[in-house]
């Protein structure tokens, strides 16, 4: 008797299902605010930096009280080296704040303020403030405006507390077609001018961007 069987093994593979993965939802990015328009984004900025600066003077002011006790009641030669530290921080701070906020880059001279640097900060337009730190801005130094290769500065506003504009202001950034002054047509011809402007087109009495003042808060009325 064959005990033997044929035994039909059938393995059946299951097959695979499909599974189709989700992907990861993306994270909303926050709406970015609507880019307001050159003249007020100045405006913004230059206040912006006024308050830096308060800030900064109430700073360096204490810092030099310090320095001056340090001299007096304790060596004199700390109290000096603190205040030249706090002198050396006050410069470098200011400076760096005026290029972040508005694209400028200046040095203390006799009687004034001199723009060594520009570049453009938020469009096709720059305005070079009448004052920087309580001081006239009074001259614009030789090939002043950074060469930039994206460059899309157009038009350059200058007030009338300028008396001098050096060398080839505009020579690192050719795409500047329009000076904006804003004085007279006559005070304009007064300023000792070392640039040749044949190819940009003047304007006069150019009026500046209104600086916002600190609104004051009102106060509650009181309800018996």
Same mark, same amino acid.
């Given at each position: 008797m064959d005990n033997n069987l044929d035994i039909k093994t059938n393995i059946t593979e299951a097959a695979p299902q499909s599974v189709t993965e989700k992907e990861p939802e993306k994270a909303q990015e926050p709406e970015k605010a609507p880019?307001? #328009? #050159?003249?007020r984004e100045?405006? *913004? +900025?230059?206040?912006? /930096? +006024?308050? /830096?600066y308060i800030q900064l003077l109430a700073t360096i002011g204490v810092a030099m009280i310090g320095a001056l @006790?340090?001299? @007096? /009641?304790?060596?004199l030669a700390i109290g000096v080296a603190v205040a030249v530290v706090a002198t050396l921080l006050y410069r470098y701070f200011a400076v760096d704040e005026m290029f972040k906020? @508005?694209? @400028?880059?200046?040095?203390s001279i006799v009687g004034g303020i001199k723009i060594t640097g520009c570049e453009e900060r938020y469009g096709d337009v720059?305005?070079?403030p009448e004052s920087i730190m309580f001081f006239d801005v009074t001259e614009i130094s030789d090939e002043a405006f950074t060469k930039k290769e994206d460059a899309t500065l157009r038009c350059v506003f200058i007030p009338k507390t300028v008396t001098r504009i050096g060398k080839n202001i505009f020579a690192n950034i050719p795409t500047v077609t329009e000076i904006r002054y804003e004085g007279t047509k006559e $005070?304009? $011809?007064m300023i000792e001018n070392e640039t040749d402007l044949a190819s940009i087109t003047l304007f006069f009495e150019a009026k500046y961007p209104p600086i916002p003042k600190k609104? *004051? *808060? *009102?106060?509650a009325n009181k309800t018996k």
């Amino acid at each position: 008797m064959d005990n033997n069987l044929d035994i039909k093994t059938n393995i059946t593979e299951a097959a695979p299902q499909s599974v189709t993965e989700k992907e990861p939802e993306k994270a909303q990015e926050p709406e970015k605010a609507p880019k307001l #328009p #050159p003249h007020r984004e100045y405006a *913004k +900025r230059i206040v912006k /930096f +006024r308050k /830096f600066y308060i800030q900064l003077l109430a700073t360096i002011g204490v810092a030099m009280i310090g320095a001056l @006790l340090v001299a @007096l /009641f304790y060596n004199l030669a700390i109290g000096v080296a603190v205040a030249v530290v706090a002198t050396l921080l006050y410069r470098y701070f200011a400076v760096d704040e005026m290029f972040k906020q @508005l694209g @400028l880059k200046y040095t203390s001279i006799v009687g004034g303020i001199k723009i060594t640097g520009c570049e453009e900060r938020y469009g096709d337009v720059l305005w070079i403030p009448e004052s920087i730190m309580f001081f006239d801005v009074t001259e614009i130094s030789d090939e002043a405006f950074t060469k930039k290769e994206d460059a899309t500065l157009r038009c350059v506003f200058i007030p009338k507390t300028v008396t001098r504009i050096g060398k080839n202001i505009f020579a690192n950034i050719p795409t500047v077609t329009e000076i904006r002054y804003e004085g007279t047509k006559e $005070e304009w $011809e007064m300023i000792e001018n070392e640039t040749d402007l044949a190819s940009i087109t003047l304007f006069f009495e150019a009026k500046y961007p209104p600086i916002p003042k600190k609104k *004051k *808060k *009102k106060k509650a009325n009181k309800t018996k």
